[in-house]
């Protein structure tokens, strides 16, 4: 079973940036897409950022576009999501996902694997 481990959460003054990291502990054959998605206390998960392998993407969610930034090295199986200008409505814990689906440019559903997150706290 691959794991993903999220880093680089923090609290931040709004307006300020973060880097974040998500590493699978393996790359299996097959594996074909990461994302990133978020999620506040009591309120569903959203999906923020995702890339694909192949090269499609990336894919971002309305709410971040133009303010973040996801990016991948396939050699070290990591992700990263670059966080500028960050709002006190992006505070939230941020979570790693596998084989996120997405079809024709959108995205459609996540996969199964999940990391345990890393909280980002934006303040006013």
């Known amino acids: 079973q691959v794991q993903l481990v999220e880093s680089g959460g923090g609290f931040v003054q709004a307006g300020e940036s973060l880097k974040l990291s998500c590493t699978a502990s393996?790359?299996?054959?097959?594996?074909?897409?990461m994302a990133w998605f978020r999620q506040d206390p009591g309120k569903r998960r959203q999906f923020v950022a995702g890339?694909?392998?192949?090269?499609?993407?990336?894919f971002y969610a309305d709410a971040v576009k133009g303010r973040f930034t996801i990016s991948g090295d396939s050699e070290k199986n990591t992700i990263y999501l670059k966080m500028n200008d960050l709002k006190p409505e992006d505070t939230a814990d941020y979570y790693c996902?596998?084989?996120?689906?997405?079809?024709?440019?959108?995205?459609?559903?996540?996969?199964?694997?999940w990391g345990p997150g890393t909280r980002v706290t934006v303040s006013s």
């Open positions: 393996r790359r299996s054959f097959g594996d074909y897409s």
């Open positions: 890339l694909t392998w192949s090269g499609a993407g990336p």
């Open positions: 996902n596998l084989n996120t689906n997405f079809l024709g440019g959108h995205y459609l559903g996540p996969g199964d694997t």
